[in-house]
């Protein structure tokens, strides 16, 4: 007599002989078969046939039945999730040993970061497809952030009145790690000007976008105008003007000539 082992297909559509066992008995007693312990399937005793009355002929078969399990593949991103990050594909519930397509890769990605997965297990294992195993499967991704982002620092310089003005010129553009801290420095090349620390935004985090602009502010130095005799200087003559502050490079009108008898 004969045993067949009947597996459900991994595409759901239908059973395939996995096993034939040619038994021999004695003729008119009855015998039961052993239902295998197959890894992903269950034995399923509503279809089967476990047991039968050998016949002389050999045309008994006891025909046994297996469904296959069902796993789900989880898909999620690790480490930092910048926003604006697309929206996880959903998981999916697939039968063991079936050929399981992975999400495409998102289309779009936020500025700054590059888009490292799917992988499957360890992250040099990029996947596009795999056969289902006997588990739940963890589909991942995750973000890294480029080296090649842009962020700028201007530096504005007080005008003569008291107001701060942007200069293209005065610009600089820089390029770093998304996500990074950067620290802009103040330049010493400005005569007449004085950085204001205070007043400026030295460090920031690098986005994505490339929006980070650190901004310094220079003040401009005042001076004094001082009026004096030199000399001998005649009875009557006129008071000296009032001394006066000036910013650097600001226009100074000098008061009119002195008068005496």
């Known amino acids: 007599y004969k045993v067949v082992h009947h597996f459900e297909k991994a595409n759901g559509s239908g059973y395939e002989v996995y096993l034939t066992q040619e038994l021999a008995g004695i003729t008119d007693t009855t015998v039961k078969a052993q239902p295998l312990a197959p890894t992903g399937l269950n034995f399923v005793p509503a279809l089967s046939t476990v047991e039968g009355v050998v016949t002389g002929d050999g045309s008994l078969v006891l025909n046994l039945y297996y469904d296959r399990e069902e796993y789900q593949v989880i898909y999620e991103y690790e480490g930092t999730v910048p926003a604006g990050a697309p929206t996880l594909p959903t998981n999916g ?19 700054g970061y590059e888009f490292v997965g799917w992988y499957f297990g360890d992250v040099t294992n990029i996947v596009t497809s795999i ?8 589909i991942r991704a995750y973000f890294k952030p480029s080296a090649g982002t842009q962020y700028k620092v201007e530096h504005y310089l007080m005008g003569t009145d008291g107001q701060y003005a942007t200069d293209p010129a005065l610009t600089e553009r820089y390029t770093g790690t998304t996500g990074d801290n950067v620290t802009a420095n103040a330049l010493t090349t400005f005569e007449g000007f004085t950085f204001n620390a205070s007043n400026s935004t030295v460090s920031g985090t690098i986005a994505g976008d490339g929006s980070l602009t650190l901004k310094l502010y220079y003040d401009r130095v005042k001076y004094n105008v001082t009026y004096v005799y030199e ?19 600001e226009n100074v009108t000098i008061a009119a000539n002195a008068t005496a008898p």
Do not use: C, Q, R, W
């Open 231 to 249: 000399g001998e200087v005649p009875a009557g003559a006129s008071a000296l003007p009032t001394d006066a502050t000036y910013y650097h490079g």
């Open 131 to 138: 056969e289902m195993p006997a588990h739940n499967v963890y």
């Open 93 to 111: 519930t697939y039968k063991f040993g079936a050929t399981v397509d992975i999400a495409d890769v998102p289309a779009s990605i936020p500025a």
